[in-house]
Every structure is written in structure tokens, then in C-alpha cells.
């Protein structure tokens, strides 16, 4: 995979569903676009493999995995030497 997967939230008060995005940038930096993610815990990492990606959650005593296909766009990476 030739991109950076990074998670981040938007929210007040721990209000966790539907406020957390997975943001996706090209190895050098550059953004690239995002998607909104819809689970009700706070999303600790994220591995991408083939179609799917699948979130962890930090639920202090225990963690879920989520599996979720990646969204169906073209992503673009321009290497410049």
C-alpha cells in the first residue's frame, strides 16, 4: 500500500460515534482525502489489508475489531526523484 492511514476524532465529551475519521495522505505528505468512520469507541489503530480496513477500539478493559471495506475511489500517487 502506497499511503499513510491516520485515525483522529472531532468530538466533545467522549461522544465517539460518527466523529472519528480515518484521514489518508501519499508517503510524502501529501493529503489525500478522508472518510467518516461510525463505530461507538474510541479507535486506537488502524490496518489496512486488501479492500478492508479493520479498527481497533480502546475501551479501557478491553478492545473490539471492526472490519469495514475501504471506500470505492481512485487514489492517486505522483512520485517525483
Known sequence: DNFIYAVSAGFKSYD???KQRINVFTLDGTY?????IDIP?????ITVIGPYAYITTNEKNKST???TRMPLVTLHAVWKK
Open 41 to 45: 469507541y474510541e479507535a486506537e489503530d
Open 32 to 36: 489525500v482525502g478522508v472518510w467518516t
Open 16 to 18: 465517539w460515534k460518527s
Open 65 to 67: 475489531l471492526y472490519r
